[in-house]
């Protein structure tokens, strides 16, 4: 199963050439004006469908239904377009990275946090690296938790990472840097921690296998890489389970 955004765009636009590709000849042929609220729900059936078919998760099969009856409301609700613009950059620049790399921003709770606290002060002062560091969720408490290691964090969405440099001020050891994660030399840490998605891990741990050094430590909250044994998994007491895979290089 196929689930890319491009993969949920081709059956959208689908959907939408084949209805009005009906529909305009045929209101135009009985010169008519197109009934939108109806075209519409036509356009969401045959989305609906489409991936249905094709075997979409649900939630992608809800959006598709829904899409083009919601886009037809609210252009009845005539708001200025400028809004729409507004809301289309502050998502970009806050979820960059999921339109980039199939990685939204979500967060470390606080459990977690203090399972990464533990497996660290086990380690001793440690080198860490946040691959995708968000708003400092994870970087800011450890940084305070633990003054003898040190913190980085890569975080490539503008809006995310300003709000993180701000947390991160007066905190001398954390080095924040906006930048693409697959850029970051992971041979200098001794402990980097993965929160991304299915998507990059592949990748990530080919990088992981070539860059890291002989005793350091990879994390991967709750996604592993495929078809690697993880050498131990912790479990954090938290409602979903994010267990923490870990990697001894
Ligand atoms: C799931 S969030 C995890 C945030 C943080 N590590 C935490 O645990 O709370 C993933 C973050 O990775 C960032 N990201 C995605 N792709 C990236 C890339 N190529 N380079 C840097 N950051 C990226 C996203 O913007 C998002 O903030």
């Known amino acids: 199963m196929n689930s890319t955004p491009k993969r949920q765009f081709a059956l959208q ?6 209805v009005l590709s009906i529909a305009w000849p045929y209101y135009g042929w009985k010169a008519e004006a197109m009934p939108w609220l109806e075209t519409s729900l036509a356009i969401g059936g045959v989305a609906l469908f489409f991936a ?4 979409q998760p649900w ?4 959006i598709h239904g829904g899409f083009m009856p919601l886009v037809w409301y609210t252009y ?14 502050f998502l970009l620049l806050v979820f960059r990275g999921a339109l980039s790399g199939q990685v939204p921003l ?4 606080k459990q977690t946090v203090a399972a990464l606290a533990d497996l660290l002060a086990e380690r ?4 860490f690296l946040d691959l995708g560091a968000g708003l400092g969720s994870t970087t800011v408490p450890l940084a305070d938790a633990l003054p003898d290691s040190h913190f980085t964090g890569y975080e490539n969405a503008p809006l995310t990472w300003l709000v993180g440099r701000f947390f991160s001020l007066g905190r001398p050891n954390i080095r924040w840097r906006w930048d693409d994660l697959w850029q970051a030399r992971l041979g ?14 592949p990748r990530l741990w080919e990088k992981v296998k070539a860059e890291m050094a002989p005793g350091s ?7 592993p890489p495929p078809g690697v044994t993880p050498d131990r998994i912790v479990d954090v007491d938290c409602n979903p389970p994010r267990p923490l895979y870990c990697y001894q290089l």
């Open 124 to 127: 001793g002062p440690s080198r």
């Open 217 to 223: 430590l990879f994390i991967s909250n709750s996604f």
């Open 76 to 89: 009845g609700l005539a708001i200025d377009p400028i809004w729409f613009l507004l809301a289309a950059i």
């Open 52 to 55: 249905t078919v094709s075997r």
């Open 106 to 109: 979500y967060l470390s709770n």
């Open 13 to 18: 636009g689908a959907a939408v050439i084949l």
């Open 188 to 201: 200098e840490y001794d402990v980097v921690y993965a929160f991304l998605s299915p998507a990059p891990m």
């Open 59 to 62: 939630w992608w099969r809800v």
